[in-house]
Each structure stands twice: as structure tokens, then as C-alpha cells.
């Protein structure tokens, strides 16, 4: 659950640029002679300093409109020790499309401006810019890719557009400085691990239009204190929550049918739980070292408690169950419990 691709991701190999890239006025761009479009790609001895990339080139006397960031363009343009440090990137309004790990790596960028004209922010585009303490994401943004703020621990608030639909696998893992978050309604599904080790998140806001919140999804998010799930939400997947240790209260609604392994695993200040009527099956330590608790309540709804469901919570005086038959209880679901 906590392992991270963000050292994967920053050990890839960067591609060095194109054979047939040209050189304008410091920049590499990949030329397209039939649509007339270029594409900055990276430069082989890194890019340094502020730079700012002009919405169109000329070349042998065709002009160019630039496009697009290609796929590492800027991938770790820092090393100290080499006096090689991005500082700033100034990006045109002829750019629709940011390429993966474009910026990855960059630790010298500290903000980021998104122009209206960007659609589609590529896999782990801005990973490991762990000195990034803000970026602005316009509302012309439909596709964010996996991992693409992942590791940002800088980053103080990250503002979602209403036009993005998925909010993908690593998006937001191990950004320990955001501490608020506010889903939109445009986005239906929230990924694997997305804020994952948010460690100083606080709160966060998931519209109604979310159905699945994925493995994992805020797992480790120390500070989150309270969380509303809305009725649109269909299962709770498997350490979900686990190790959020100050979530105090919790209300599973009636959309839910399932509560995954481990969902609230380790969530020792957690004093309240609803479990809706819903809920059929409740997972294996769904609920383990959960020692704030003092009792709770099973609805007729439930079939199966897991294995080690309730253990280890410590405090756990009442167990009311609804049913009018016994759900199918392994031997330890109260294990350790008083």
C-alpha cells in the first residue's frame, strides 16, 4: 500500500532529443513540415535558467505553430552541483498538450501556469517537482494523467477543473503540503492511491457525481479529520482510508453494498461509524485497531463480516446486530476487541 512509483518514474532514462530536432534560439523543437506544428523536445545538455517558449518558430523560412510539450522535454533539468536548474517555464497559448514526465524532476520550478489552450496533462508530466508550490489548471483541461503531480510536496492547494472526468491512479500521492481538496461534479471516478500520503489534507469535498473511489485512494492521509461520501458512491474498495489516524467520524451511505479489506484500517481516533442499510458485506480488518471505537451497529443488511473485521478495537464495549439471521462471521472479527 505505501510503496510509491515515484522512484521508478524518476529513474527511467530521459530520451535525449530527436535526431531530427532543430535547435531555435535555445529551444529543441521536432518539426512537422505538413502540418506546419512543432513540438519542444529536450535538449541534450538540459535546459537551465527561465525559459519561455514562443507560440510559433521559423525554420527555413516556414513558420511553425508550437503545439505541444513532448515526452520529457524538461525531464530532471536540476543538478545543482552543474549549475543546471529550471527555474521557470513560460508556456504559449498554442499549446494544447503537455507529453509524460515533461516536467518531471524539474526541483527548481517552484510555480506553474497552465495556459486556456492545454486539453491533455500526460502521465507523471510534473512528478517529482517537489519544490512546486502552486500550479493553476484551466477549466480547458479534460485528461490528467496518472502520477502527474505525484510527489509534489510543496504543493499547497490544487484546484481541479469542472472539465476533468477521472482523477487518475498516483495523481496526487505523497503531496504532504495540500490541505484541501475539492472533487468537481464533472469527475465520475477518483484512482488508485491518488492522494495517497496527503499527509497534511484536512478535508476534502467528493461531489455527487463520483461513483468509485479506488484502492488505497486516501490512505495514510494523517490529518483528514472528517469526510462526507456522497450517495453516489457505490463500494468502499480495500484501504480506502486505512491509517488515517485523526478521521474521527464516518457515514457510509445508502449507495454502498460493500465495505473492502482493510477500508479503515489503523483509523484510531475514528469514535463513530454508520454503517447504512445497504451494506452487505463488511471486509476482512475492515475496521482493525480502530480503538476509538466504542460500539457499533450492524444493519440487517449484512451477510458476511471478515475475518478480523473489528479486531484490536480496544474500546469496542456494544456490538448491535440487526439481522434476522447471524451473517456469516469468522471466529476473530472481534479478535482483541473488550
Given at each position: 500500500?505505501?510503496?510509491?512509483?515515484?522512484?521508478?518514474?524518476?529513474?527511467?532514462?530521459?530520451?535525449?532529443?530527436?535526431?531530427?530536432?532543430?535547435?531555435?534560439?535555445?529551444?529543441?523543437?521536432?518539426?512537422?513540415?505538413?502540418?506546419?506544428?512543432?513540438?519542444?523536445?529536450?535538449?541534450?545538455?538540459?535546459?537551465?535558467?527561465?525559459?519561455?517558449?514562443?507560440?510559433?518558430?521559423?525554420?527555413?523560412?516556414?513558420?511553425?505553430?508550437?503545439?505541444?510539450?513532448?515526452?520529457?522535454?524538461?525531464?530532471?533539468?536540476?543538478?545543482?552541483?552543474?549549475?543546471?536548474?529550471?527555474?521557470?517555464?513560460?508556456?504559449?497559448?498554442?499549446?494544447?498538450?503537455?507529453?509524460?514526465?515533461?516536467?518531471?524532476?524539474?526541483?527548481?520550478?517552484?510555480?506553474?501556469?497552465?495556459?486556456?489552450?492545454?486539453?491533455?496533462?500526460?502521465?507523471?508530466?510534473?512528478?517529482?517537482?517537489?519544490?512546486?508550490?502552486?500550479?493553476?489548471?484551466?477549466?480547458?483541461?479534460?485528461?490528467?494523467?496518472?502520477?502527474?503531480?505525484?510527489?509534489?510536496?510543496?504543493?499547497?492547494?490544487?484546484?481541479?477543473?469542472?472539465?476533468?472526468?477521472?482523477?487518475?491512479?498516483?495523481?496526487?500521492?505523497?503531496?504532504?503540503?495540500?490541505?484541501?481538496?475539492?472533487i468537481p461534479n464533472s469527475v465520475i471516478t477518483i484512482g488508485?492511491?491518488?492522494?495517497?500520503?496527503?499527509?497534511?489534507?484536512?478535508?476534502?469535498?467528493?461531489?455527487?457525481?463520483?461513483?468509485?473511489?479506488?484502492?488505497?485512494?486516501?490512505?495514510?492521509?494523517?490529518?483528514?479529520?472528517?469526510?462526507?461520501?456522497?450517495?453516489?458512491?457505490?463500494?468502499?474498495?480495500?484501504?480506502?482510508?486505512?491509517?488515517?489516524?485523526?478521521?474521527?467520524?464516518?457515514?457510509?451511505?445508502?449507495?454502498?453494498?460493500?465495505?473492502?479489506?482493510?477500508?479503515?484500517?489503523?483509523?484510531?481516533?475514528?469514535?463513530?461509524?454508520?454503517?447504512?442499510?445497504?451494506?452487505?458485506?463488511?471486509?476482512?480488518?475492515?475496521?482493525?485497531?480502530?480503538?476509538?471505537?466504542?460500539?457499533?451497529?450492524?444493519?440487517?443488511?449484512?451477510?458476511?463480516?471478515?475475518?478480523?473485521?473489528?479486531?484490536?478495537?480496544?474500546?469496542?464495549?456494544?456490538?448491535?446486530?440487526?439481522?434476522?439471521?447471524?451473517?456469516?462471521?469468522?471466529?476473530?472479527?472481534?479478535?482483541?476487541?473488550?
Amino acid at each position: 500500500m505505501k510503496q510509491t512509483l515515484l522512484s521508478l518514474l524518476l529513474t527511467i532514462l530521459p530520451l535525449a532529443a530527436s535526431a531530427d530536432a532543430v535547435e531555435i534560439d535555445g529551444i529543441y523543437y521536432n518539426l512537422i513540415p505538413k502540418g506546419k506544428v512543432a513540438e519542444v523536445t529536450s535538449n541534450p545538455n538540459k535546459y537551465s535558467g527561465a525559459v519561455e517558449i514562443p507560440d510559433t518558430v521559423t525554420y527555413n523560412d516556414v513558420i511553425y505553430t508550437v503545439t505541444s510539450i513532448g515526452n520529457r522535454a524538461f525531464y530532471e533539468c536540476y543538478n545543482y552541483y552543474d549549475n543546471i536548474v529550471l527555474t521557470s517555464v513560460t508556456i504559449p497559448n498554442s499549446v494544447t498538450s503537455i507529453g509524460e514526465y515533461a516536467f518531471s524532476g524539474c526541483s527548481g520550478l517552484t510555480s506553474m501556469t497552465i495556459p486556456n489552450s492545454v486539453v491533455t496533462i500526460g502521465n507523471g508530466a510534473f512528478a517529482g517537482c517537489n519544490r512546486m508550490m502552486s500550479i493553476v489548471i484551466p477549466n480547458s483541461v479534460t485528461s490528467i494523467g496518472y502520477s502527474a503531480f505525484q510527489g509534489c510536496n510543496s504543493l499547497a492547494n490544487a484546484n481541479i477543473p469542472n472539465s476533468v472526468i477521472s482523477i487518475e491512479n498516483w495523481t496526487f500521492q505523497g503531496c504532504s503540503g495540500l490541505t484541501s481538496v475539492i472533487i468537481p461534479n464533472s469527475v465520475i471516478t477518483i484512482g488508485k492511491s491518488a492522494f495517497e500520503s496527503c499527509s497534511c489534507l484536512t478535508s476534502i469535498t467528493i461531489s455527487e457525481s463520483v461513483t468509485r473511489i479506488d484502492f488505497s485512494a486516501f490512505a495514510d492521509c494523517h490529518s483528514l479529520k472528517d469526510i462526507t461520501l456522497p450517495n453516489s458512491v457505490k463500494s468502499i474498495e480495500e484501504w480506502t482510508f486505512a491509517d488515517c489516524v485523526n478521521l474521527q467520524n464516518i457515514t457510509i451511505p445508502n449507495s454502498v453494498t460493500s465495505i473492502g479489506n482493510y477500508a479503515f484500517y489503523g483509523c484510531s481516533y475514528l469514535t463513530s461509524v454508520t454503517i447504512s442499510n445497504s451494506v452487505t458485506s463488511i471486509g476482512s480488518s475492515a475496521f482493525y485497531g480502530c480503538a476509538g471505537l466504542t460500539s457499533v451497529t450492524i444493519p440487517n443488511s449484512v451477510t458476511d463480516i471478515g475475518s478480523s473485521a473489528f479486531g484490536g478495537c480496544a474500546e469496542l464495549l456494544d456490538v448491535y446486530c440487526l439481522a434476522e439471521n447471524v451473517p456469516d462471521t469468522y471466529l476473530d472479527a472481534f479478535k482483541d476487541s473488550y
